[in-house]
Structure formats: structure tokens, C-alpha cells
């Protein structure tokens, strides 16, 4: 092991559950995996639906492991749908995703609207962009990060904000967000900023607007967190991964869509993936609710949407995948017994065990009744 180790007593791994990630998740698990055993582990997350078995899991490799379980939202969460009224001179309309009462039932009302007769797809149209953007101002539910899944298309989104002439700023707030700006950038040589679209980027930020994404340069980056967090920057369009070890808590939420690309195709957004981006959603010790802000689209039917927004989680499932290239770092590393027993070691194995076992006392059972 190495030296740098040696003085490590806790590794905490932070949204755990990527280790579902195809790309990533492999990583999590082999430190779970491999990490020194005298170096204690947190694993954090919201978005877990069956922490036990996880937890069963780690507790195998590891030694003793607690399970805390915590229900409560700091910020109770108002999930809303908004959609555009086209028979009403094209009015935004926001309605409770949830009927009345403790159950996490879908409102009745906006089903029946959706499958009125006279109305169908003629009458109910998604909010344009800029619409919701305004629909957020005049409700009084700025700051908000509005969810995007995809890079271009949130500086796109900035952009157009700027070009439609909508303000969110006052003329104090405008020049004190100029000075952030220049102070973050001011090691960029001009040319640079230039080519990084510098002029129409700082615009935007003066005009309380801006986007976030991995594309941007840490610079930028950091100067949107820090304008967020100072509340002069009240709208920021971000990809998913916003949601990760960032600290920029909103007023409101906002979610265009709930399919994204998922490398292969477009993929509909679990019930953890909802939690995780509306997480954002609430500011402690300031906002007495927070507000997740869910766009119609007439290609998914809101039952299904507020399913999402109901279930809050989903169960953790292993992306752990042998490779050929794994399989030789292995045996160059370690005996091959004991390759074999890390190949078993991984949580997708420790599932399919469980799931064994759960079959055999059923085979057990209709052998003994035959």
C-alpha cells in the first residue's frame, strides 16, 4: 500500500450510489472493495431504495457496518407541473403534482384536464423557456437552477435569456457581479477571454444569468458558485452534474425534462435521479419550502411523472462488469485464487448470492410438496 495512506483514518464516499454508473461506478466498488480494511468508510446518500442490502454488502467485506436511515427532508419539497394554457390566452398554469392528503397520489384534477375530451394535446402545451423563466420571477421562486441535460444547451439557454431582454439584476447588483467576474479571470490574457466568449458570458451574469456545466473553464465555474451563493446570480441552467458536491442550494428547482441521454439513447429519469436534482431545492433556515418545478410534456403522461416524484428512490444495482483487461491486471497481481475471490467480492455477485439463496428455499419447497 502506499505510504500516503498510512496516516488516512476515514475515506467518505459521497453519492454512493453512482457506483451504478456505467463509467464510474466500477471505481466506488473496487475501493469498497480494496481500501485498507483499518480505514473506516462513509458512504452518503439520498437516493438508496434498499440500503440494507447494501449495507449487508459492505458490512461482508468490510466488518461491522451501521446502517443510519434518516426520512425526513430538512425542506419539505412542493413538487409542481406547470404547463401553458393555449385556450387561455396561453397562460402558465401550476398546479400540486399530489392531491390532498398524506398519500403521494397524483392530482386528480390535472388528470382529468389532460384527458378532457375538448382539450387533449390541442389545448396544453409546454412553457417556453422563457416563460418559465418569467413564471419563476413573478412567483417569487428565485434563486433556482434550471436543469438542462445537456452542455450546449444550457449556455444556449443563458444566451437567449440575455437576447429576449430579461433582467433579473438591479444596476448595484450588475456592477458588483462585473467586479467578481473580473477579479476570477483576471490571470486570462485577453485574447483567451476572447476566444472563451468572455464579453457575451459576463453580459448574462450581470443580467443574473448563467450557465453551468463541465465545459466551462474553472474560472468561470467558480465565479457562477460564487455569484449563486452570494444571491446576486438568481438563475443558473446546469447539467445533472451541478448536483454533485456543490454547494448551491435554491430556492426552486426546475426540470425541462425527465428523459436525458444515457450514452446509448434517452433514457427516463429514476426516482433517485429526481431526488438528487431536486435535493437542490429548499435553503436551510430560509425557505420554509422548497419548490421542484416539473415542465408538461405531452410525450410522457403525468401519471408517470408523478410516479417519479412519489417513489423518492430506487434500488442500488451494481455496474461492476469483468473485463478482459481486469481479468489480467489481476492475475498479474495476486494469485488466482485470490482473483477469483475479489472477482466474487462485488456487490452485483453479493445480489445474485442473495437471489440464489432465495431460489433454492423455493425449489426446496416445491421438492418437499412433490
Given amino acids: 500500500a502506499s505510504p500516503d495512506l498510512d496516516d488516512v483514518g476515514v475515506a467518505v464516499l459521497d453519492e454512493v450510489h453512482y457506483l451504478q454508473d456505467r463509467a464510474r461506478g466500477p471505481v466506488w466498488e473496487e475501493i469498497i472493495i480494496h481500501l485498507d480494511a483499518a480505514i473506516r468508510l462513509v458512504c452518503l446518500s439520498a437516493t438508496v431504495a434498499n ?45 400540486p403534482v399530489f392531491g390532498d392528503g398524506e398519500r403521494r397520489q397524483p392530482n386528480g384534477r390535472v388528470i382529468a384536464m389532460l384527458r378532457s375530451r375538448d382539450a387533449g394535446h390541442r389545448r396544453y402545451a409546454p412553457p417556453r423557456r422563457t416563460e418559465a423563466c418569467e413564471f419563476l420571477r413573478q412567483e417569487g421562486l428565485l434563486p433556482a437552477i434550471y436543469f438542462i441535460f445537456s452542455r450546449a444547451g444550457c449556455s444556449a439557454a443563458a444566451m437567449s435569456l440575455l437576447d429576449h431582454g430579461l433582467r433579473f439584476t438591479t444596476p448595484e447588483e450588475a456592477a458588483a457581479i462585473r467586479a467578481v467576474a473580473a477579479g476570477h479571470t483576471a490571470h486570462l490574457a485577453p485574447e483567451d477571454l476572447h476566444v472563451l466568449g468572455y464579453g457575451r458570458w459576463v453580459a448574462g451574469l450581470e443580467a443574473g444569468v448563467a450557465p453551468h456545466h463541465a465545459g466551462l473553464i474553472p474560472a468561470f465555474k467558480e465565479t457562477v458558485e460564487e455569484l449563486f451563493a452570494a444571491g446576486l446570480v438568481k438563475l443558473v441552467f446546469a447539467t445533472e452534474t451541478l448536483s454533485l458536491g456543490i454547494n448551491m442550494p435554491a430556492r426552486a428547482v426546475v426540470l425541462e425534462s425527465l428523459t436525458k441521454f444515457g450514452g446509448e439513447g434517452h433514457e427516463l429519469l429514476q426516482p433517485g435521479d429526481f431526488t438528487q436534482l431536486t435535493g437542490r431545492a429548499g435553503r436551510r433556515g430560509i425557505d ?83
Wanted: aromatic share 8%; proline share 6%.
Fill in 51 to 95: 440500503a440494507e442490502e447494501f449495507a449487508g454488502w459492505v458490512a461482508e467485506r468490510r466488518g461491522p457496518t451501521t446502517l443510519v436511515v434518516e426520512t425526513e427532508r430538512p425542506v419539505p419539497l412542493d413538487p409542481v407541473y406547470l404547463l401553458r394554457d393555449r385556450w387561455d390566452g396561453s397562460r402558465l398554469r401550476a398546479l
Fill in 288 to 370: 420554509r419550502h422548497g419548490t421542484a418545478v416539473v415542465l408538461h410534456s405531452p410525450h410522457l403522461a403525468f401519471e408517470r411523472v408523478a410516479a417519479i416524484a412519489a417513489t423518492g428512490s430506487h434500488p442500488l444495482r451494481s455496474s461492476f462488469r469483468p473485463t478482459y483487461n481486469m481479468a489480467a491486471n489481476l492475475m498479474a497481481a495476486y494469485p488466482r485464487r485470490q482473483a477469483e475471490e475479489l472477482l466474487n467480492a462485488s456487490f452485483a455477485q453479493y445480489h445474485e448470492s442473495r437471489r440464489d439463496v432465495g431460489l433454492a428455499a423455493a425449489i426446496a419447497e416445491e421438492e418437499a410438496a412433490l
